[in-house]
Protein backbone atom coordinates (compact mmCIF):
# COMPACT_ATOMS: atom_id res chain seq x y z
CA UNK A 1 0.00 0.00 0.00
CA UNK A 2 1.09 3.43 -0.81
CA UNK A 3 2.10 6.04 1.64
CA UNK A 4 -0.02 8.23 2.59
CA UNK A 5 2.38 11.07 3.35
CA UNK A 6 3.71 10.40 -0.58
CA UNK A 7 -0.30 11.68 -2.07
CA UNK A 8 1.00 15.24 -3.07
CA UNK A 9 4.13 14.47 -5.37
CA UNK A 10 2.00 11.16 -6.48
CA UNK A 11 -0.95 13.32 -7.25
CA UNK A 12 1.74 15.71 -9.42
CA UNK A 13 3.59 12.66 -11.39
CA UNK A 14 -0.37 11.83 -12.46
CA UNK A 15 -0.49 15.19 -13.30
CA UNK A 16 2.64 15.66 -15.44
CA UNK A 17 2.49 12.26 -17.02
CA UNK A 18 -1.45 11.94 -17.69
CA UNK A 19 -1.32 8.49 -15.47
CA UNK A 20 -5.10 7.67 -14.27
CA UNK A 21 -5.57 5.24 -11.70
CA UNK A 22 -7.10 3.09 -13.82
CA UNK A 23 -3.55 2.38 -15.60
CA UNK A 24 -1.17 3.10 -12.59
CA UNK A 25 -1.72 1.93 -9.15
CA UNK A 26 -0.78 4.62 -6.36
CA UNK A 27 1.91 1.66 -5.64
CA UNK A 28 3.04 1.66 -9.21
CA UNK A 29 3.59 5.57 -9.12
CA UNK A 30 5.48 5.48 -5.88
CA UNK A 31 7.60 2.47 -6.74
CA UNK A 32 8.59 5.23 -9.55
CA UNK A 33 8.79 8.72 -7.47
CA UNK A 34 11.24 6.42 -5.23
CA UNK A 35 13.83 5.93 -7.42
CA UNK A 36 13.91 9.55 -8.13
CA UNK A 37 14.21 10.36 -4.61
CA UNK A 38 16.83 12.60 -3.00
CA UNK A 39 17.36 11.97 0.68
CA UNK A 40 18.89 14.84 2.64
CA UNK A 41 19.92 16.05 6.25
CA UNK A 42 20.08 19.27 7.91
CA UNK A 43 19.69 21.65 5.18
CA UNK A 44 20.05 24.84 6.51
CA UNK A 45 16.66 26.40 6.06
CA UNK A 46 16.93 30.33 4.37
CA UNK A 47 14.85 32.90 6.99
CA UNK A 48 12.51 34.80 4.53
CA UNK A 49 12.45 38.58 6.13
CA UNK A 50 9.10 40.51 6.52
CA UNK A 51 8.00 43.41 8.20
CA UNK A 52 5.21 43.47 10.35
CA UNK A 53 2.76 46.79 10.22
CA UNK A 54 4.52 49.10 12.54
CA UNK A 55 8.46 48.27 10.24
CA UNK A 56 9.54 45.92 12.62
CA UNK A 57 11.42 42.80 10.70
CA UNK A 58 10.29 39.40 11.68
CA UNK A 59 10.63 36.00 10.02
CA UNK A 60 7.83 33.49 9.93
CA UNK A 61 8.80 32.17 6.68
CA UNK A 62 12.08 29.59 5.86
CA UNK A 63 12.73 28.39 2.35
CA UNK A 64 14.35 25.06 1.57
CA UNK A 65 16.55 23.73 -1.25
CA UNK A 66 14.24 21.11 -1.75
CA UNK A 67 11.12 20.95 -3.16
CA UNK A 68 8.58 18.54 -3.42
CA UNK A 69 8.67 17.03 -0.03
CA UNK A 70 7.29 13.55 1.52
CA UNK A 71 5.29 15.03 4.21
CA UNK A 72 5.02 13.58 7.97
CA UNK A 73 1.97 11.62 9.19
CA UNK A 74 2.66 10.60 12.52
CA UNK A 75 5.09 7.35 13.27
CA UNK A 76 8.65 8.13 12.77
CA UNK A 77 8.69 11.18 11.28
CA UNK A 78 10.61 11.58 7.32
CA UNK A 79 10.60 15.50 7.53
CA UNK A 80 11.68 17.63 10.82
CA UNK A 81 13.39 20.59 11.61
CA UNK A 82 16.17 20.68 14.40
CA UNK A 83 17.67 24.08 15.58
CA UNK A 84 21.27 24.49 16.01
CA UNK A 85 21.77 22.70 19.31
CA UNK A 86 20.31 19.66 17.47
CA UNK A 87 17.24 19.34 18.95
CA UNK A 88 14.11 18.37 17.11
CA UNK A 89 11.61 21.35 17.05
CA UNK A 90 7.75 20.09 17.43
CA UNK A 91 5.68 20.35 14.66
CA UNK A 92 2.99 21.85 16.45
CA UNK A 93 5.04 24.99 15.92
CA UNK A 94 5.74 24.83 12.22
CA UNK A 95 3.51 24.13 9.12
CA UNK A 96 5.61 22.59 5.66
CA UNK A 97 3.99 23.38 2.55
CA UNK A 98 5.67 20.66 0.77
CA UNK A 99 5.51 20.98 -2.87
CA UNK A 100 7.36 24.34 -2.49
CA UNK A 101 9.87 23.11 0.24
CA UNK A 102 8.52 26.36 2.70
CA UNK A 103 8.35 26.51 6.52
CA UNK A 104 6.17 28.52 8.49
CA UNK A 105 6.15 28.97 11.93
CA UNK A 106 3.60 30.47 13.81
CA UNK A 107 5.39 33.23 15.68
CA UNK A 108 8.38 34.90 14.56
CA UNK A 109 11.67 33.25 14.98
CA UNK A 110 13.96 36.25 14.66
CA UNK A 111 15.85 35.13 12.10
CA UNK A 112 16.98 31.65 14.46
CA UNK A 113 19.11 29.22 12.30
CA UNK A 114 17.16 25.75 11.75
CA UNK A 115 18.06 22.88 9.60
CA UNK A 116 15.64 20.57 7.10
CA UNK A 117 16.08 16.86 7.52
CA UNK A 118 13.92 14.85 4.80
CA UNK A 119 13.24 13.36 1.19
CA UNK A 120 12.47 15.47 -1.79
CA UNK A 121 11.34 13.76 -5.10
CA UNK A 122 12.07 14.93 -8.65
CA UNK A 123 8.67 14.53 -9.96
CA UNK A 124 9.63 15.41 -13.58
CA UNK A 125 12.05 12.67 -13.47
CA UNK A 126 9.20 10.33 -12.71
CA UNK A 127 6.78 11.63 -14.66
CA UNK A 128 9.50 11.20 -17.59
CA UNK A 129 9.95 7.29 -16.63
CA UNK A 130 5.96 6.87 -16.39
CA UNK A 131 5.91 8.30 -20.07
CA UNK A 132 8.15 5.80 -21.56
CA UNK A 133 6.40 3.38 -19.65
CA UNK A 134 3.04 3.99 -21.43
CA UNK A 135 5.14 4.14 -24.63
CA UNK A 136 6.51 0.74 -23.90
CA UNK A 137 3.12 -0.24 -23.39
CA UNK A 138 1.95 0.12 -26.59
CA UNK A 139 5.23 -0.76 -28.75
CA UNK A 140 3.67 -4.43 -29.15
CA UNK A 141 0.76 -2.65 -31.50
CA UNK A 142 1.33 -1.74 -35.14
CA UNK A 143 -0.46 0.75 -37.84
CA UNK A 144 -3.50 -0.32 -39.35
CA UNK A 145 -6.33 0.66 -41.48
CA UNK A 146 -10.30 -0.59 -40.72
CA UNK A 147 -13.23 0.48 -42.19
CA UNK A 148 -11.89 3.23 -43.61
CA UNK A 149 -10.50 4.39 -40.45
CA UNK A 150 -6.51 4.65 -39.88
CA UNK A 151 -4.89 3.50 -36.23
CA UNK A 152 -1.08 5.08 -35.79
CA UNK A 153 0.47 3.29 -33.18
CA UNK A 154 3.45 4.90 -34.04
CA UNK A 155 2.51 8.57 -33.40
CA UNK A 156 1.26 7.54 -30.31
CA UNK A 157 4.80 6.03 -29.17
CA UNK A 158 6.26 9.13 -31.02
CA UNK A 159 3.89 11.22 -28.96
CA UNK A 160 4.62 9.72 -25.33
CA UNK A 161 8.92 9.22 -26.18
CA UNK A 162 8.73 13.48 -27.13
CA UNK A 163 6.36 14.29 -23.78
CA UNK A 164 9.21 11.69 -21.48
CA UNK A 165 11.86 14.02 -23.39
CA UNK A 166 9.71 17.29 -22.03
CA UNK A 167 9.57 16.11 -19.05
CA UNK A 168 13.52 14.59 -18.50
CA UNK A 169 14.55 18.17 -19.61
CA UNK A 170 13.22 19.62 -16.54
CA UNK A 171 14.09 16.88 -13.94
CA UNK A 172 16.41 18.50 -11.58
CA UNK A 173 18.65 15.35 -10.19
CA UNK A 174 16.64 12.19 -10.61
CA UNK A 175 17.85 9.30 -13.49
CA UNK A 176 16.61 11.68 -16.40
CA UNK A 177 18.10 14.37 -15.09
CA UNK A 178 20.79 15.77 -17.71
CA UNK A 179 23.70 17.28 -17.21
CA UNK A 180 26.63 17.94 -14.65
CA UNK A 181 24.77 15.79 -11.60
CA UNK A 182 28.45 16.01 -9.64
CA UNK A 183 31.73 16.93 -9.31
CA UNK A 184 35.52 15.70 -7.49
CA UNK A 185 37.52 18.86 -7.36
CA UNK A 186 41.58 19.49 -6.13
CA UNK A 187 43.17 22.50 -5.58
CA UNK A 188 46.18 22.17 -8.11
CA UNK A 189 48.00 24.93 -6.33
CA UNK A 190 48.97 22.49 -3.33
CA UNK A 191 51.86 19.53 -3.26
CA UNK A 192 50.67 16.69 -5.17
CA UNK A 193 49.26 14.10 -2.69
CA UNK A 194 48.36 11.19 -5.26
CA UNK A 195 44.68 12.91 -6.15
CA UNK A 196 43.60 13.71 -9.95
CA UNK A 197 41.32 16.73 -10.76
CA UNK A 198 38.27 15.38 -12.24
CA UNK A 199 34.49 15.64 -12.56
CA UNK A 200 31.83 13.41 -13.18
CA UNK A 201 28.98 14.01 -15.78
CA UNK A 202 26.54 11.92 -15.00
CA UNK A 203 24.39 12.20 -18.68
Excluded at 52 to 60: H, K, L
Excluded at 95 to 108: C, I, Q
Excluded at 125 to 147: H, I, N, P
Aim: proline share 1%; with cysteine.
Amino acid sequence: MSRSTLAEPIARVRELAAAGTADYSDDAIQTVLDRNRLDFADDALAPLREYNSGGTPVYYMYQAHYRNLEATDGGTAVLYIRDSSGARVGTASYSVLTEAGRVTFLASTDGTAYYLTGRSYDVYAAAAEVWRMKAAAVAGRFDFTADGASFKASQLIAQYNKMSEQCSSLATFGAGAAGLRSSTMVRDDLAFDGHVSAFQDMD
